[in-house]
């Protein structure tokens, strides 16, 4: 049985730029939902391996083929999930520290500029998804979209920054203004948590 991390701040703590009652039920309802649905799913095929979940989707040929859809739904709900609250905080930390600062300005010229890339990919982005921050497999960063819950890993790709793109993260405030949750986004990130992922994966 698969659990997700206890959510590390308050519900309120991002407000203004993500309300109350929208973090409550992200993290209660839906990324609960996720796990409970893997949990439900790996039950039924009595899966017993002990896998993390990245483990699990690089071993996913190793399930019955008519379950991987919908487990790979699911377990890329809740990893997804985990990373988009371990990506933000209260704490004002939305400057780039420790090598990923020096990353950023040597691949994207400057924070600004890389900045500006994150918002214009996440803009660019159709439905429901993702905008990450990636290590690819030659130790680069990279900006990439998916689609409904695909995780990174399923390429091979580390992910450690993760924005979430579906209307569920942003309409109870920002209605159709996503572009507006977007930007505020910034002002939430936690470049601290985001480093120490890049640290660890590096
Ligand atoms: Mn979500």
Known sequence: MYDIPSLPYSYDALEPYIDEETVRIHYELHHRGYLNKLNNLLNKISFQKNY??????????????????????????????????QSMSPLKNNHPVGNLSRAINEQFGSFENFKNEFIRQASLMQGSGYTFLVINTGGELEIINTSNQETPYLYGLIPIMALDLWEHAYYLLYKNRRNEYINNFFNVVDFVEINKLYEENI
């Open 52 to 85: 993390t979940l990245p483990e699990l989707i690089q071993h996913i040929d190793e399930l019955p083929i008519e379950e991987r859809g919908e487990i790979l739904f699911n377990a890329g709900g809740v990893l997804n999930h985990n990373l988009y609250w």
